[in-house]
């Protein structure tokens, strides 16, 4: 049976134990508060081992007690709202396959088991208008949670049907908090509802869920700093490890959110994955010096094999769509049939090649091993113990390096020679782009001047990427030139596609030598001392 969905619109607050709630009787719109009923509510929290489901704010729960005893699958929908998918009771043994068939794009074939349980003393009171409608709901609740000792670190165990409110016992918390769930009531009254809760001694949630409550740092920070994932801590409380999880953790959500659409050959999302196994990639090496000797060298190695999986595809199709436009705008009175159609076989059957190498690597063993060892990797960076430094102190250090492989590879490059020049070049790309995205991962952190770095190396990358392209088009045009010759055809339209991208070539560099001078400036000026230290 399909599950039912709504979408709750609510907002949660932290309170101390002993707390009264305050009337909420004279708020706009409400007439009076009906009569209070109260429940006892009982939920297993199911998640993987590694907690993939609470990394990505859903929850899964078989809750008894109250009205809507049953389970659940809820997953955040904008500002203040979770999309609820429910189904009855049923077996309390395992999950409702059409709710995990929801989330089995982020779970895999990883067994679901119980990570929590949640006893609930709530306290439900309507506020009504003065028709007796129900504007919204305010729930007071007294919260136990128990996780098992095996929660987060080996298989499910049954979580004791008894609690107690003693924080001594070992994974046992309590707490209260209070929720405000609307019904026909609009935003408005959602807004002087907190109002008047904060007036009352309320707080922002320093959890999103009850869940994430139960887990405290057994849930993995994936975004520091941002409210609503597992446990916050501030921006200068971080760690250099905390920074690199949380790296970690998001571009290998951006990674999987896309293996549906590169197993259907959608290219859009060929690119997006692509892009995310590089700035994993580029984590790595970034924080290289905090880890321990070796400890990310296989994960890197199957990142740069996803990586040409991903790009064997991608850049044939490309490639082909930049031939066939330059040949197209040639001048009239050239016979371009041959040409044309040489190209569309050479690089439609690398594409379609490649479309099949990479649907098929998406869903081997071998990607899922990778995934496993980035969850890992996220959720216990193997680091050396200088990583429990704060990261405004150590990371900064970090971009400098890369922006200082960048300097020497510039440098080689500038000395560099025809024909070495080219391959160069593309060694200084490769730097650049590491440097972008080593910017990125430290934002957080860095702030202001990361990003400065990050956009003045991301133009670099760009116009050496513009070069590189022109460098493979041509190689790629000798090769089809080559078998046209011995076929016997008309060479002029490849000398013409030829001059063209060597002229594209020529620009590129031109391009390339006033961003080079304006990301030299941009690192000078942000990084300063940091450039000299250790050259």
């Known amino acids: 049976m399909p599950p039912t969905s709504h979408l709750e619109i609510e907002r949660k607050f932290d309170v101390p134990y002993d707390s009264s709630p305050p009337d909420l009787q004279h708020l706009p719109g409400v007439e009076a508060a009906g009569p209070t009923s ?56 395992a999950p409702p396959e059409a709710l995990v068939d929801l989330v089995r794009h982020l779970v895999l074939e990883h067994p679901l088991q119980v990570v929590a349980r949640v006893d609930t003393h709530r306290d439900e009171t309507p506020l009504l208008d003065g028709a007796g409608r129900v504007l919204a709901w305010f729930c007071d609740d007294l919260v136990v949670s128990d996780t098992p000792p095996s929660s987060g670190h080996g298989a499910a165990q049954t979580v004791g049907a008894t609690l107690r409110p003693d924080r001594t016992t070992p994974g046992t918390s309590h707490w209260r908090e209070w929720e405000v769930e609307l019904a026909d009531g609009d935003r408005h009254l959602l807004a002087a509802t907190s109002t008047a809760l904060i007036a009352g001694g ?16 057994r849930l993995p920070i994936t975004h520091p700093g941002r409210p609503g994932r597992g446990h916050r801590r501030g921006r200068h409380d971080r760690s250099a490890s905390d920074v690199l999880g949380a790296r970690l953790h998001s571009q290998l959500d951006a990674l999987t959110a896309q293996a549906d659409g590169v197993a259907a050959g959608d290219p859009t999302a060929v690119h997006d994955m692509r892009i995310a196994t590089r700035r994993l990639r580029a984590a790595l090496r970034t924080f290289e010096p905090v880890l321990e000797t070796g400890a990310t060298t296989q994960c890197t190695r199957e990142l740069r094999w996803l990586g040409l999986m991903l790009g064997s595809a991608r850049d044939a199709q490309v490639l082909r769509e930049r031939l066939e436009a330059e040949l197209a705008a040639l001048p009239g009175g050239l016979d371009r049939g041959p040409a044309a159609a040489r190209i569309d076989a050479h690089l439609g059957r690398l594409a379609g090649t490649g479309q099949a190498h990479t649907a098929q690597a998406v869903t081997s063993d071998r990607y899922h091993h990778l995934l496993d060892e980035l969850e890992t990797l996220a959720t216990l960076p193997p680091a050396r113990p200088e990583a429990a430094a704060r990261a405004k102190t150590l990371v900064p250090g970090l971009l400098a390096r890369d922006a200082r492989r960048f300097l020497r590879a510039s440098r080689r490059a500038g000395r560099a020679l025809p024909p070495g020049r080219d391959v160069a070049l593309h060694e200084v790309r490769k730097r650049a782009k590491q440097l972008r995205y080593s910017a990125e991962s430290v934002t957080p952190v860095c702030g202001k001047r990361a990003r400065k770095v990050a956009r003045a190396a991301t133009r670099v990358q760009e116009s050496l990427g513009a070069h590189q392209d022109a460098v493979v088009a041509r190689q790629v045009v000798r090769d089809l030139t080559t078998q046209a010759r011995t076929a016997g055809e008309d060479l002029t339209p490849y000398d013409a596609v030829s001059r063209v991208e ?19 400036k941009v690192l000078r000026r942000r990084l300063g001392g940091l450039l000299l230290a250790h050259r």
């Open 38 to 93: 109260t429940f006892h509510l009982a939920a297993d929290y199911w998640d993987t081992r590694r907690h993939h489901l609470a990394r990505h704010q859903i929850t899964l729960r078989r809750r008894t007690g109250g009205t809507d005893a049953g389970w659940h699958l809820k997953v955040g929908a904008g500002v203040d709202g979770r999309a609820e998918h429910a189904c009855e009771l049923g077996d309390a043994t």
């Open 202 to 217: 309320a707080q922002p949630p320093v959890f999103a869920s009850k869940l994430a409550h139960a887990l405290g740092d």
């Open 502 to 520: 060597r002229a594209a070539a020529a620009r590129a560099v031109e391009a390339y030598d006033q961003d080079l001078r304006h990301l030299r």
